[in-house]
């Protein structure tokens, strides 16, 4: 009895911690993940895919395809703060990131010209 309890505990245990990392990880909260800044469109309209580490593929475009340039993009995405991100980051330039929650008070003025993006957004923090 003893025995088959405690194997019990043990595999509860395990199984608890293999989920708890898997959820955080795909979600991608506190997962750092490696980006590449792929396109700068005007306005922060900014396309960047994702070139390392695991994803939910459900928070990305598993492809896109820039509708003005014909350049097909894989786990693409855009995000939703783009004033948060940093000025010397710039195209074809990697980093490493987290996705974040969103601010709820964020003060961020972009202009409204449109440039394509995918249409999934992330809320990031760029951890280097």
Request: with cysteine; proline share 5%; glycine share 6%.
């Amino acid at each position: 009895m003893k025995k088959s309890l405690f194997t019990f505990i043990i595999l509860a245990m395990v199984l608890n911690a293999f989920t708890a990392c898997s959820s955080k990880a795909s979600k991608g909260g506190g997962a750092k993940l490696k980006a590449r800044f792929e396109v700068a469109g005007m306005c922060s309209n900014y396309t960047f895919s994702v070139i390392e580490g695991r994803i939910n593929p459900a928070l990305v475009e598993a492809s896109w395809t820039n509708p003005q340039t014909n350049k097909t993009y894989w786990k693409a995405f855009g995000i939703s703060n783009p004033c948060n991100f940093p000025s010397n980051i710039k195209e074809g330039d990697t980093f490493y990131f987290e996705i974040v929650p969103a601010e709820k008070d964020s003060k961020c003025a972009v202009c409204m010209a449109f440039y394509p993006t995918p249409g999934k957004k992330l809320n990031i923090k760029v951890v280097q």
